[in-house]
């Protein structure tokens, strides 16, 4: 079954910058939309950023002008890379794959990102 992993989170202080990978392994699928979500404690999961299959990126109002989303197909990864980070981006972040051909989502255990001080 498709797997997915997230690495690169941690403690940074407000105005740095992170970067967020996820790889995918026993990937099946030939095309697919890859994103990113985030959930703060008490609040929604909601969507940070997703690309398509193509690479057209679309990010939520909060986070424009300061994330990028991209994606390595031949390697099976994408990316977040993220700057000016406020301490609002606390959050555990989410990676997500959605296959063209089937309805199931794929999605990661998430990694905890830390904005403070």
């Known amino acids: 079954q498709v797997q997915l992993v997230e690495s690169g989170g941690g403690l940074v202080q407000p105005g740095g910058s992170l970067r967020l990978s996820c790889a995918v392994s026993?990937?099946?699928?030939?095309?697919?939309?890859m994103g990113w979500y985030r959930q703060a404690p008490g609040k929604q999961r909601e969507l940070v950023a997703v690309i398509t299959n193509g690479g057209t990126p679309t990010y939520a109002d909060s986070v424009k002008g300061r994330f990028t989303i991209s994606r390595d197909n031949a390697k099976n990864t994408v990316y977040l890379q993220m700057n000016s980070l406020k301490p609002e981006d606390t959050a555990v972040y989410y990676c997500?794959?959605?296959?063209?051909?089937?309805?199931?989502?794929?999605w990661g255990r998430g990694t905890q990102v830390t904005v403070s001080s």
């Open positions: 026993k990937n099946i699928f030939s095309t697919y939309t």
């Open positions: 997500n794959l959605r296959p063209m051909a089937i309805t199931t989502n794929y």
